[in-house]
């Protein structure tokens, strides 16, 4: 079993859909849980950073973390055509660890 | 200055060849790391200095050769890379080792 499981998708949506991503995980020694979106050919930027559980909230971007399901979402409300990335997820044990990447969610909002 | 470059953006070499990725920020951060993107993959990490030491080789091959010469400065030696090597590689920085940031990546081919 992979230590971050991610469906690659591709999701495709139309504009102003709410969209859900999620990740799970089989280590519970992992308490950073990160988004990062990723545009073709680009760096990875990042989006939001959570520790252990409860939500987060940033704009129209909401991270949850949910420790005792082994289990992460960020949910984007009044999904925009400029939101098509691949959308990865990340976490790590302690700081100045490796960060372990989920294989990223392709998504695509049409207008 | 909130980003981390890299230069150059776009790399294509021989295997014979000897050539150097750079990396640098200017947010005082004292972690840097170098990852590996192939398409459509996530990142893998290959190094991490921390204030300035080499702190994590993930096993890389040792034609890649890392250096740290200062706080804001990261660079990626490549000798008798093989075509296998080709991949966009991405340097990142973090303050505290949790939330990283990374560069726009160099696109590197080997022929």
């Known amino acids: 079993q992979k230590e971050v499981e991610q469906d690659p998708g591709p999701l495709s949506v139309p504009e102003g859909a709410i969209v859900s991503l999620n990740c799970t995980y089989s280590?519970?020694?992992?308490?950073?849980f990160m988004w990062y979106r990723q545009y073709s050919r680009k760096g990875p930027e990042l989006l939001m950073y959570t520790y252990s559980s409860g939500n987060k909230e940033d704009g129209r971007f909401t991270a949850q973390v949910d420790k005792s399901s082994k289990y992460i979402s960020l949910f984007i409300r009044d999904s925009q055509p400029s939101d098509s990335a691949t959308y990865l997820c990340?976490?790590?044990?302690?700081?100045?660890?490796?960060?372990?990447f989920g294989k990223g969610t392709t998504l695509s909002v049409s207008s | 200055d909130t980003e981390v470059t890299q230069t150059p953006k776009h790399l294509v070499m021989g295997m014979t060849n000897k050539k150097s990725l750079k990396c640098e920020q200017h947010?005082?951060?004292?972690?840097m790391y170098w990852y590996k993107q192939k398409a459509k993959k996530p990142p893998e990490l290959m190094f991490v200095?921390?204030?300035?030491?080499?702190?994590i080789n993930e096993s890389v091959p040792s034609r890649f050769s890392p250096e740290c010469p200062n706080s804001s400065l990261l660079n990626l030696h490549l000798h008798a890379l093989q075509p296998e090597d080709s991949a966009l590689y991405l340097c990142?920085?973090?303050?505290?080792?949790?939330?990283?940031?990374f560069g726009p990546g160099t696109r590197l081919t080997v022929l």
């Open positions: 280590n519970s020694a992992f308490q950073y």
């Open positions: 200095y921390s204030y300035e030491k080499l702190s």
């Open positions: 990142a920085s973090s303050l505290g080792g949790l939330e990283q940031f």
């Open positions: 947010m005082g951060h004292r972690a």
């Open positions: 990340a976490m790590s044990r302690q700081a100045g660890t490796a960060l372990i």
